[in-house]
């Protein structure tokens, strides 16, 4: 099996966390492949730079993702997941769709631990596209940025665990959900230090694109899913061009 795990943004330090993670979650036979955005945010920051970052993420797909048998979206935002999901003909994952449905089966009342207090209502929105309003008991903010929280490894997790200890005490959540691409493996290196379970989203991408791949479900033909037409595009270059514009079967005579 091999799953490509697309890192929207630019950061080196950031790829290298999410590739640590996501080798030690795969399975035995498993092999990952790492690819970042070629432009874009260093660390996405904002809804202007999460959109820049969803046509990187395309293009990443679209020039990397020939023979793999899963795609999993390695940014908190699950950005272009929807876009990918459609265009791509093997199964797409979000990190954070993957962490949030994974944490249902453990609890009722999910907390939420992220690293950008600016992006909070953009995760709770998140939360509530997914249907979970009624689950998210919490929202706890790590008050480091990104980038330092991705080599300030230590630092990183004693504030994670103080954040996620405050929404177990006050919001009485049942299952803390580490938010973000700097807290992946966290979700391993904390599990005995706190009251209740915890997960990331790479873990979870990993080990639920595994789990997709081997239930053998086909990609559908009608439907919002379907792959795409897409007509006439302009100046997208050649890769993400023919991810795109690829015939559908039902243009096949």
Known sequence: MKILVVNGNTSDEVTAVLRAEAEASASNGTEI?????RFGAHVIGSR?????????VLDAVA??????DAILIAVSLDTALDAVREAAEVPVVGMTEASLLTACMLGDRLGLVSFDRRLAPVYEALV????????????EIVEMAPAVAAVARDACETSLLRAAQVLVERDRVEVVVAVGAVAAGMGRSLKDALPVP??????????QAELLVRLGARKPT????????????????????????????????
């Open 48 to 56: 202007s730079e999460n959109a820049i970052a969803q046509h990187a």
């Open 222 to 253: 009608v439907g919002s899913y379907a792959l795409p037409l897409v007509r006439n595009p302009v100046d997208l270059g050649d890769a993400l061009s023919g991810f795109l514009c690829r015939k559908r079967p039902a243009d096949i005579s």
């Open 63 to 68: 020039r990397q993702g020939a023979g793999m």
């Open 198 to 207: 915890i997960v990331d989203g790479v873990a979870c991408g990993i080990l």
């Open 33 to 37: 492949v790492v690819v970042k955005g």
């Open 128 to 139: 509530v596209s997914y249907g979970l309003r009624d689950r998210l008991a919490g929202i």
